[in-house]
């Protein structure tokens, strides 16, 4: 059973495009997470949410709007995608707190031509 | 805000040889957790150091968290060649949540 899920694994769409990527855990984790990895193997956060709630936004711009229906689920919605937004992005979950060691997803391959 | 940073940023080893990377942050950090991330692949949990001055082995792998708190060493005795991936650190700062460190990638050849 895989613990961390994301749908699609690879995404390749054209600038101005608008697109989703699902997440979804069955750790019973309370806390999810979303990072760009970019071509420099930088992992950055991007969003945190525990039980539905938002509570992390990073220096994001607001074309990336993520949801949250249930706290085994964030998902992330893309509008007017633009060159600089192609990366690896992954969901992440982890029990409790902000602190606590994360499960990752396999990741998203978002390609943007 | 909180900066982690990774050196070498890069390392290629032959089979046998040792390697450490170490990481390095800009504020106190109230733990830190280290992760592997094989090519392709995503970042998998190994460990987690809370302790000043702890250390921690996992076979060849030997973990350490500095006096200070502000600083952490991964070292791996006899790489092999599954040892290749990108080994992040990732700490705890003021803010209470998690940031990652600029990572190391390591190359093992026969």
């Known amino acids: 059973d895989t613990a961390v899920s994301q749908t699609p694994k690879y995404l390749v769409t054209q600038m101005g495009n608008d697109k989703s990527i699902k997440c979804e855990q069955n750790?019973?984790?309370?806390?999810m997470y979303w990072y760009k990895q970019d071509s420099k193997k930088f992992l950055k956060i991007m969003f945190s949410y525990n039980n539905k709630e938002l509570i992390i936004n990073e220096t994001v711009p607001n074309r990336f709007s993520p949801k949250s229906p249930d706290k085994a689920h964030l998902n992330l919605h893309i509008n007017s995608l633009e060159l600089g937004d192609s990366a690896v992005y992954f969901c992440a979950s982890g029990s409790g707190t902000l602190n606590q060691p994360q499960h990752f997803g396999d990741g998203t391959r978002l390609s943007i031509l | 805000g909180q900066q982690v940073m990774q050196i070498p940023q890069y390392q290629h080893v032959q089979e046998g040889e040792d390697f450490t990377t170490y990481c390095n942050s800009s504020t106190t950090l109230s733990n830190i957790q280290w992760y592997k991330q094989r090519p392709g692949g995503h970042p998998v949990f190994l460990i987690q150091l809370v302790k000043s001055g702890e250390v921690k082995k996992q076979k060849r792998l030997t973990f350490q968290f500095g006096e200070a708190k502000k600083n952490s060493s991964l070292h791996i005795t006899a790489t092999q060649t599954t040892d290749v991936g990108t080994y992040f650190c990732a700490g705890t700062g003021t803010a209470s949540k998690l940031t990652f460190g600029t990572g190391t990638r390591l190359q093992v050849t026969l």
């Open positions: 750790l019973g984790h309370d806390t």
